[in-house]
Nanobody, 119 residues
Framework: QVQLVESGGGLVQTGGSLRLSCAAS????????MYWHRQAPGKQRELVAR???????DYADSVKGRFTISRDNAKNTVYLQMPSLKPEDTAVYYC?????????????WGQGTQVTVSS
């Protein structure tokens, strides 16, 4: 049984920075890919970034060159560094991960953390 918990969201002015964290806990044997998604009001949920176990990364065009995804495998934690924030980045950000646990291989989601960027 696995749980993902996000933290680090909040209210920031345009041009400010936030760092999101997502820690996995429970009976974990191995974490494969980890992801950040976001969902803005009235919009579909979109994939923001992905990172593999070995550290290969992919980004949505909307955040490429600004955001950085990283992970600490010893802590079962994934991060999203978000500098130069824009009002368009306002959304609920969700952590997602492919995890092998005691109950087998499953995909898990965190509860989400709100990011609000004021103009």
């Amino acid at each position: 049984q696995v749980q993902l918990v996000e933290s680090g969201g909040g209210l920031v002015q345009t041009g400010g920075s936030l760092r999101l964290s997502c820690a996995a806990s429970g009976s974990i044997f191995h974490i494969k890919d980890m992801y950040w998604h976001r969902q803005a009001p009235g919009k579909q949920r979109e994939l923001v970034a992905r990172i593999t176990f070995s550290g290969t990364t992919d980004y949505a065009d909307s955040v490429k060159g600004r955001f950085t995804i990283s992970r600490d495998n010893a802590k079962n934690t994934v991060y999203l560094q978000m500098p130069s924030l824009k009002p368009e980045d306002t959304a609920v950000y969700y952590c997602n991960a492919d995890i092998i646990g005691r109950d087998g291989a499953n995909n898990y989601w965190g509860q989400g953390t709100q990011v609000t960027v004021s103009s």
